[in-house]
């Protein structure tokens, strides 16, 4: 599986931004969700979503400002950002796995990363 991310950029405090990661090659009925790694610290998972949509997990840190989704007939998830803030700058990473719980923990696919910076 591949997974190709997109849609990071400089935004400032308040805006908006939205990710996509489109997976490709063998591709799976795949829990696929969002980590981030800020400057000096560990990667840290933000969101993710089951195959069908029906489980959807959030850190605390995304809880009513992020929004995950996916389009299984295009493979793309997506993650919406709103109300962003300085504390968001970080490296973001797609990554799947056959379960979400699975994925959480430590996802077996990574994409690369897509860079969202948010400037005060």
């Known amino acids: 599986v591949q997974l190709q991310a997109s849609g990071g950029g400089l935004v400032q405090a308040g805006g908006s931004l939205r990710l996509s990661c489109a997976a490709s090659g063998r591709t799976f009925n795949n829990a696929m969700g969002w980590f981030r790694q800020a400057p000096g610290k560990d990667r840290e998972f933000v969101a993710g979503?089951?195959?069908?949509?029906?489980?959807?997990d959030y850190a605390d840190s995304a809880k009513g400002r992020f929004t995950i989704s996916r389009d299984n007939a295009k493979n793309t998830v997506y993650l919406q950002m709103n109300s962003l803030k300085p504390e968001d700058t970080a490296i973001y990473y797609c990554?799947?796995?056959?379960?979400?719980?699975?994925?959480?923990?430590?996802?077996?696919?990574w994409g690369q990363g897509t860079l969202v910076t948010v400037s005060s």
């Open positions: 979503i089951s195959w069908s949509g029906g489980r959807i």
């Open positions: 990554a799947a796995d056959y379960y979400l719980s699975a994925l959480r923990m430590s996802p077996n696919y």
